[in-house]
Structures are given as C-alpha cells and as structure tokens.
C-alpha cells in the first residue's frame, strides 16, 4: 500500500485529500492517482468530491463513489446564507462520472448514535468496506485502529455502524432515533410539537393557528414555507433552549464549550469548558424557558432577544396581509417572502446586522405584494 496525504490544509477550512494505492504484487510507480484511474472515491465531503479536480480522477467504467451526504456550509456560505448548498448539481456531477453512487448521511446517524460527529469519516469506510468496494477485510482495519490508539473504542463503534447501514439501514435509522413512522409525520406537526417542547402548548397553537390558515388557501408549498420559518422565528436559540437541546442530544458525560452572551457581553473573549457536573443549571435552565418573554425573563432584556420576539408577531401579520392577494400568478412570489426569515443567521452583532436588512425587505416586498 502506497499514499499520499494533503494534511493541514483542514485548518484553513480548505479541502484534504488522501490517495491510497493497493496492490498484492509490486507498488505502484506513484503513489498518487492519475486520471480516471479511481475505483473508490469515498466522500468525506461533497463539495471536495465534486470539485474539479477530483472528478478528473474518476471513470464511469470503474469507480464507486461513497458519499457521505451532509451539507455542511463552507465559509462564503456563512457569510451570505441566501447562497444554497449546491446538493442536486453535486449529485449529478458524481453520477455522471461514475459507475455507482452509494449515499448516506453519516453526519447525522453518527452524531445521533456516538454522540457526535468526530468518527464520521470511520464510520464511511465502514460502509465502503461492508459494500464491497475496499479489498482490506474488516478485521485487518480494526486492528489498525486499535493500534492507532486513538478513541479506539468510539472508532471501532463508528466503523462497525457503517458496515451495519449497508447490512440493514433501516435498523440502523432505528436505532439512531430516526424511525420511520416518525419522519413520515407531516412537517407542520413535527414543528408544532417541537415548539411545545420549546415552550408550551398555547406557544405551538399560536403556531398552528396561522399555518392552518395559510393551508386553507390549498398552496402546499406555501403551507410549508410559512411552517419552516414561522416555526424558525418562534424557536430562536435562547439561553433556555440552548439548555433543553444539550440535554437532549448530549451524552450524560458530555462536557459543552459554551460562549454565553451575557458573559461576551462582560468581557468573556474565550469559550467556557462546562462538564458533568454543570448538568443541574442546565436543567434548571431548561425548567425556567416557560419564563420567556414574561418580565422574569432574565436573558429576555437584552436586544437581540427583543428582535427575536418582536420579528415573530412582524412575519405573521406580513403572511396574514399577503393571503388575499395570493393567486397562481403571485404563488412564486408569496413563497419567496414567506422564506425571507431563512436570511436572518448568526450570532448577536451579524444576527442583528441581518434582522435588520431582513425586516426592511419583508416590509418592502409585502407592501408591493398587496398594493
């Protein structure tokens, strides 16, 4: 076996890519691929899979591709989040320069059953391994992370779930917590159940009460943009909700970085190391988010939380202007403005910076809407 590793690179956000020739008689002259030479090209990331450069190494008579599906967003993406994650041209670039396109979101299942996402790339060649498309038998790569002795234990599990997924992906979406009963609840109940949690109740039935009349004028895809950012605009990330999600999803020994506003706010420039041992304030915490936007609202004072609340009651009286000007001619543009919230990301000074640019178009394209 002969390779060649771009490491460091990651550190500036930039792609890495490994090239890793086998052989059973004698090794290759070069150790890195040559064009359309690839017979596995396993994905850690779609858009390094998709680059340029990667495709000219593949062929549609030999390689398999094993992708591991997350969108995760690259910088200029952070920086103007009205720009889209490119999924369906990525996928049709590496169908088209492939034999076979195996897909799985590993991101997910493995931050739901490891706990996060660090054994990722493991738990991919698990997959490419019990697919049949790496010539290494399972026992020899398990015995290479043993002897890597890093995070043996959690990379043996990663790698031995994604030999499991090619096995039986259903039981595997099971056992992650993604049944499929579940995932096949209408979008509006899921969010609607979801803000109960968040908050109450009567908190989901102001929800549902504006997407029910949305729905009654019977454009489904405007129903489920005034879901997904309504619901975006009513579960911002408080201190409250913030302690409800790491409880959540966060193993009972987890320890969490945590940058808490308020502590910026002071002078905190670095991140806070909490342990186990913080899990009673985070589940005090969690019991008090019923407090939000009352005057006890501690946290609720300062002004990116006022923006929060107040865009919520802003956003449904633009939908309920809209909906009698509504027609199959205007659908396209009533969608556009009902998504106008998705442009509002980022924390304290760029989530205030964004609100503020997002409020001034809503009000003006929702004028020019019903004029």
């Known amino acids: 076996m002969r390779g060649l590793d771009q490491t460091g690179l990651s550190q500036k956000a930039g792609p890495v890519v490994s090239d890793v020739r086998l052989s059973r008689s004698v090794p290759q002259p070069s150790n890195r691929a040559t064009i359309g030479s690839v017979d596995v090209l396993i994905a850690f990331d779609q858009l390094v899979a998709g680059s340029d ?17 997350a969108t995760v967003p690259t910088g200029s993406m952070v920086v103007h989040p009205d720009r889209a994650y490119p999924v369906q041209e990525l996928t049709d670039r590496l169908d088209g320069r492939s034999r076979a396109h195996l897909r799985v979101d590993a991101q997910r299942l493995v931050t739901a059953l490891l706990g996060d996402e660090t ?179 501690v946290f609720g004072w300062a002004a990116v939380r006022r923006t929060e609340r107040a865009m919520v009651p802003e956003y449904i009286r633009a939908v309920q202007s809209m909906l009698p000007h509504v027609t199959s001619a205007t659908l396209d543009e009533a969608v556009a403005i009902a998504s106008l919230p998705d442009r509002v990301r980022g924390y304290e000074e760029l989530k205030m910076e964004r609100a503020s640019a997002y409020r001034d178009e809503l009000a003006t394209r929702v004028a020019a809407f019903t004029r």
């Open 119 to 297: 054994t990722v790339n493991v738990f991919m060649v698990g997959v490419a391994t019990q697919a049949g498309h790496v010539p290494v038998g399972h026992a020899a790569i398990e015995r290479a992370i043993e002897l890597n002795g890093v995070s043996v234990a959690k990379n043996l599990a990663a790698f031995a779930w994604g030999r499991a997924w090619v096995a039986d992906a259903a039981s595997v979406e099971r056992a992650a917590g993604f049944d499929a009963e579940v995932d096949a609840t209408p979008l509006r109940e899921r969010l609607s159940a979801d803000l109960r949690g968040y908050q109450s109740a009567a908190y989901a039935a102001r929800f549902d009460a504006v997407v029910d009349e949305v729905a009654a004028l019977g454009h489904d895809e405007l129903t489920a943009a005034v879901a997904r950012h309504l619901h975006k605009l009513m579960a911002y990330k408080d201190e409250y909700e913030v302690a409800r999600l790491l409880l959540l999803t966060s193993p009972k020994k987890a320890t969490w970085h945590l940058h808490p506003p308020a502590l910026r706010s002071m002078g905190m420039r670095s991140k806070m190391r909490l342990g186990p041992a913080t899990r009673p304030a985070f589940w005090l915490l969690r019991s008090m988010r019923r407090v939000r936007g009352t005057p006890f609202d």
């Open 53 to 69: 450069g990667t495709m000219r190494m593949l062929s549609t008579e030999r390689t398999v591709v094993v992708v591991n599906t």
